[in-house]
């Protein structure tokens, strides 16, 4: 491993300053190339285990000796890269913190895939200061409309905070009605209630700060699509400070870089292109958002499709798993053994272990498929259950001439808050519009979008990922959104197959069956409500 504070020549953006991206390379394998090439020289080794020093063309070595090494190590890395045998290159893995980057950056690049670590500030339990905002390259008219609205955002933000916290209080002590007495006490937690919802007004070009974690192949994939939809600019930042930071560590990752494919040789853009619909779909875009919204039927999440017989192809794995036939395991045992917690203690455990048991991994076969709508700030979180992935938006499909925005629940309790949303919603669309007359690229007025700026998208995913995602997202403590998506999802799951979905459940109610005390993990944090005491007809949250 080397030392930490490995650093890119960056400093850190604000509104008023103009935004670059500060990217620190804080932990790494040593001399990863090299141990890429002995990790694939093991696989053919009959000695045993190659090691990283074999492969290495050391100074003890004769000059000729030390030619040939470095010959076999290098024909052998660009051999197995090009052959695509990429293995090789997963071993070792690379440590960032990064600064100074917009939720839209993590949200459409660096959290859209599955094969990363991250740990980043939290907008629901964090209050956004006056200058965390990245501002792109404008200049004059566009900045001031920029800046003046990044400005108006965050002060709405603050009255929203304000006008929520009243009613944030009610519910909550409705909810805790012991901790009445000694209101002063819960100030600040029921503050955090109110900045959750009120951050629906701020723009994803706020700032985030993070510890993100990828391997060399992750970080090679990077350089070579960073220029993609929607942020290109901001994502050729950042991966280019990534990769001149790896070839300080170990410059002979130079020797298989690729260039970046430029964006308009991506699929995407090529086909916008030849279809003349670069800005904003042409126009074909709102009609898909109304027949996508009607095709929902008032619901935040519709099942679209799954395998008709996952409850008796789920009951057969299992039987195969145990060697049994029908007769000594009928399909419904052979269903309550494996999902009944009750029966099957790893449903009871904290740490998610699932994947490693024979049992439970033949949840893997039933599978579902969803088509949703929520907010950008909800599918941030949304797109964190990696194993459950979807096919998320390109900028035409969310960045429209009208508002299109998703409301949180809180802001309907009372008609003043909903009218000052609102009036952010339009505000924001119109200085969104005025930066399309100025001649600003869609790629630079998104990061003027709100948080609330719904996103439409289709998702899919196994019940033994789903399993684990309702688990954490039916509690009482999950983001709101994706809360009521996952209820829908669990009630839907249960029409279609009753011996799956009853077992679809908040993680206090899975404790519970297994005899786990107490049943809520949350220690302090748990919400009130006795959630293993309900049928699923009756989750219901105000907060």
């Not at 913190?97 to 959290?111: D, Y």
């Not at 039933?366 to 938006?393: C, E, G, N, V």
């Amino acid at each position: 491993m080397i030392p930490p504070s490995t650093t890119g020549n960056a400093t850190s953006g604000t509104a008023s300053s103009g935004s670059v991206p500060d990217v620190r390379l804080v932990n790494a394998f040593d001399r990863p190339y090299e141990n890429a090439v002995a990790t694939a020289r093991t696989c053919y080794s009959a000695r045993g285990i190659v090691r990283t020093e074999d492969v290495s063309p050391t100074p003890d070595l004769a000059p000729e000796a030390r030619r040939k090494r470095t010959a076999l190590r290098d024909r052998i890395a660009r051999s197995i890269f090009e052959a695509g045998h990429h293995t090789t290159l997963q071993h070792a893995h690379f440590q960032f913190s990064l600064s100074g980057v917009s939720r839209q950056f993590l949200w459409t690049f660096l959290h859209s895939h599955p094969f990363y670590n991250s740990e980043q500030v939290s907008q629901r339990y964090v209050e956004v200061k006056a200058e965390r905002f990245v501002l792109p390259p404008l200049d004059g008219e566009a900045r001031e409309v920029f800046a003046g609205r990044l400005e108006e955002q965050r002060a709405e933000y603050q009255s929203l905070i304000g006008l929520l916290t009243p009613v944030c209080e009610a519910a909550y002590f409705r909810r805790f009605a012991a901790r009445a007495a000694k209101a002063d006490r819960y100030a600040a937690e029921i503050q955090k209630r109110a900045q959750e919802v009120a951050r629906y007004v701020l723009p994803v070009a706020t700032e985030a700060y993070l510890y993100h974690t990828v391997s060399g192949l992750t970080l090679l994939r990077y350089r070579r699509l960073c220029e993609t939809y929607d942020a290109p600019r901001e994502q050729r930042q950042v991966v280019e400070q990534m990769v001149r930071l790896l070839l300080q560590v170990d410059p002979l990752f130079e020797k298989i870089l690729q260039d970046p494919l430029p964006l308009e040789e991506t699929p995407e853009f090529a086909f916008y292109e030849a279809a003349g619909l670069l800005e904003e779909g042409g126009g074909g875009r709102d009609a898909w958002a109304r027949e996508f919204d009607d095709a929902l039927g008032g619901r935040v999440s519709r099942l679209v499709d799954h395998k008709a017989r996952g409850e008796q192809t789920l009951a057969q794995a299992v039987r195969d798993v145990l060697a049994l036939s029908e007769d000594r395991l009928s399909d419904d045992a052979a269903i309550a053994l494996v999902l009944d917690p009750a029966r099957n203690v790893l449903l009871g455990e904290t740490m998610n272990v699932t994947t490693l048991g024979k049992l439970t991994r033949a949840l893997h076969h039933p599978s579902y498929t969803f088509r949703k709508r929520i907010s950008h700030t909800a599918d941030s979180q949304d797109q964190r259950h990696r194993m459950t992935p979807a096919s998320r938006p390109c900028l035409p499909a969310y960045l429209s001439d009208a508002p299109d925005y998703v409301t949180p629940g809180l802001v309907l309790a009372e008609e003043a808050i909903r009218r000052s949303y609102d009036r952010s919603m339009t505000k924001t669309w119109d200085a969104i519009g005025r930066l399309k007359a100025l001649g600003v690229s869609a790629e630079d007025r998104a990061y003027l979008l709100p948080n609330a700026v719904a996103i439409r998208f289709t998702e899919s995913g196994d019940l033994l990922n789903l399993h684990h995602k309702m688990k954490m997202r039916l509690c009482y403590n999950a983001q709101e959104e994706i809360w009521a998506a996952s209820r829908d999802e669990a009630l839907q799951i249960a029409e279609v197959h009753p011996r799956i979905g009853r077992w679809l459940l908040p993680p206090c109610t899975l404790r519970h069956q297994a005899g786990r005390a107490p049943p809520c993990p949350e220690g302090d944090r748990y919400c009130g409500v006795p959630v293993w005491r309900l049928p699923p007809e009756a989750w219901e949250r105000s907060i």
